[in-house]
């Protein structure tokens, strides 16, 4: 069999009269910089801050839902998970593939094979070996469906997954997979202590025992999650601070405040309006940095009127791309002109990008038989941001006589009422303004989940209900070949059809925004929106 090495890489614009009463890619002439060197220059004009104690304190905008990496579907909580645990692989600040608990991968030429060898000498914050029958319990149990895990469609193409030595693990795939390295890097799957697993069941949740530079102390739901120091940890000189602390701060003001006091040393996100009058003083600095993570108001295509594909490009056309830019993220955002991001791993952009047109999208409503509209409601999470977002829209609709009620929700509601649908023709969503990360780095993992027709609720994240059996088979050759080309043309031809479908009203990319002390190094957000601590070290 022949082998090689499987790396895969990964306004306000003058508002038109309309949107009087509302007040965020600054494309305005006289504007001076663009949105990164307005949130990446850092005014000298303050002293820095300092810190005697060495116990970092990290405020976040929403709580945490769970600490079992192979059972989460929101980037937050990942982001505290990767402090405690890890994958056989992960991603370095660019989204290129690394090892981590592997030393070294490999691939046969079809992507159906893949063998990791394992390095040496690592054990679990319990004590327990990490080996290669600890790889195959933790793979064989994302990869089992009647654990009815929410990271199974990750791993549900794992065949087997063999103990060739103590450090030897090879993983057979039922089918060739070309994304796969990138799937075993996303933070689904980071490993566990076997034992944990165990000894705590479904309650692992609650429990993480993972490899990682910090072990798990406290979790007080809604106030804070803290972890401790590793001393055992496997990487030399590492981790460089005592504690970590993480504090859920819903409230946009209140998360400014506490970097401003030196109450908490990182911030995420920093609200964008408030970046300019942060950014330098008393020792804050914030960073912004491109992302791979889109935000979209997505359609329920199975209920009318979304079933009309005319009424979903009338809704991107009435939407103002720029205006919605400016109004909710202060401009710091970039143009979505494709269903992925432009750093996404085979993204392509698309020609008709759905510039602002009022009148052309009460032409197509008119040709729909919705001339004077409609009512339905947007859900979404209950965020500062969200909420400026959600009211946002619901003035833009309003402009083509779509009466739009918002329905602002907490996380366990939002949860339970989108993703434990039984039957998609049971779903209540109509439309859901959202963010979705493809935590993969690949085109892969930002299509299939959202857009494949067998990928609604409950078995993945497809909340606009799409079904187009064209998009399926492109989706299915881009994953059936490691070829590159292939998959290039394959997810090429999947984002034509789908950006002309219009399932989402297609709205901008995210920069990253975060806010932290100045004598404060190492940590820092991925693309992916997710936190890396591991570096963090306090000057």
């Known amino acids: 069999?022949?082998?090689?090495?499987?790396?895969?890489?990964?306004?306000?614009?003058?508002?038109?009269?309309?949107?009087?009463?509302?007040?965020?890619?600054?494309?305005?002439?006289?504007?001076?910089?663009?949105?990164?060197?307005?949130?990446?220059?850092q005014p000298k004009e303050d002293a820095g801050a300092s810190k005697e104690n060495k116990d970092l304190v990290v405020a976040v905008a929403a709580t945490f839902i769970s600490m079992d990496p192979h059972d989460t579907n929101d980037t937050l909580s990942y982001s505290a998970q990767k402090t405690m645990m890890q994958g056989l692989v992960g991603f370095d600040k660019d989204m290129n593939v690394i090892p981590v608990l592997a030393e070294s991968y490999e691939s046969n030429e079809d992507a159906t094979e893949f063998i990791f060898k394992l390095r040496q000498g690592i054990k679990f914050h319990d004590g327990t070996d990490f080996n290669a029958e600890a790889v195959k319990v933790n793979v064989d149990r994302l990869a089992n469906p009647e654990n009815k895990l929410k990271r199974h469609s990750l791993f549900a193409i794992v065949d087997s997954t063999e103990v060739v030595d103590e450090f030897t693990v090879k993983v057979k795939l039922k089918e060739p997979f070309g994304a796969m390295i990138n799937t075993f890097a996303h933070p689904a799957a980071m490993m566990h202590s076997p034992k944990a697993l165990e000894e705590y069941g479904k309650e692992v949740s609650q429990h993480p025992v993972g490899t990682g530079p910090f072990v798990f102390e406290e979790w007080v739901s809604g106030s804070h999650l803290k972890m401790a120091k590793n001393e055992n940890y496997w990487k030399p000189g590492y981790p460089k601070v005592d504690s970590i602390t993480f504090k859920p701060v819903k409230e946009n003001g209140s998360r400014i405040a506490m970097l401003q006091t030196k109450e908490a040393d990182f911030i995420y996100p920093v609200p964008p309006e408030q970046i300019e009058a942060i950014n330098g003083k008393d020792g804050v600095i914030v960073e912004t940095n491109p992302s791979i993570i889109v935000r979209y108001l997505s359609m329920n295509t199975m209920k009318k009127p979304f079933d009309d594909v005319r009424v979903r490009q009338a809704i991107n056309y009435a939407i103002n791309k720029k205006a919605f830019s400016k109004v909710v993220y202060n401009g710091l955002t970039e143009q979505m002109d494709s269903i992925i991001a432009p750093n996404t791993q085979y993204y392509s952009k698309q020609d008709n990008t759905y510039e602002f047109n009022l009148e052309k999208a009460k032409e197509l409503m008119k040709e729909a038989g919705y001339e004077n509209g409609f009512e339905t409601e947007i859900w979404a999470n209950n965020s500062s941001t969200t909420i400026r977002g959600l009211e946002f829209l619901q003035q833009q609709l309003a402009q083509i006589g779509i009466k739009a009620n918002l329905v602002p929700m907490e996380s366990g509601t939002r949860l339970e009422r989108i993703w434990t649908v039984a039957k998609p023709e049971e779903a209540e969503l109509q439309m859901y303004f959202g963010g979705w990360s493809p935590s993969t780095g690949d085109a892969d993992w930002g299509i299939r989940?959202?857009?494949?027709?067998?990928?609604?609720?409950?078995?993945?994240?497809?909340?606009?209900?799409?079904?187009?059996?064209?998009?399926?088979?492109?989706?299915?050759?881009?994953?059936?070949?490691?070829?590159?080309?292939?998959?290039?043309?394959?997810?090429?031809?999947?984002?034509?059809?789908?950006?002309?479908?219009?399932?989402?009203?297609?709205?901008?990319?995210d920069l990253t925004k975060a806010g932290k002390q100045d004598y404060l190094e190492g940590v820092y957000l991925l693309p992916d929106g997710s936190l890396s601590v591991e570096e963090a070290e306090i000057k």
Do not use: H
């Open 1 to 41: 069999m022949s082998k090689r090495i499987f790396v895969l890489f990964l306004v306000m614009a003058l508002m038109v009269s309309s949107l009087a009463g509302c007040g965020n890619k600054a494309t305005d002439e006289t504007e001076k910089k663009e949105p990164e060197q307005q949130a990446t220059e």
């Open 449 to 509: 989940p959202l857009f494949a027709g067998d990928s609604c609720p409950p078995n993945s994240y497809n909340t606009a209900y799409y079904n187009n059996p064209e998009a399926d088979e492109w989706i299915k050759v881009g994953i059936a070949t490691a070829d590159t080309e292939k998959r290039k043309e394959a997810y090429k031809k999947v984002q034509e059809i789908i950006w002309n479908d219009a399932p989402w009203a297609f709205l901008s990319v």
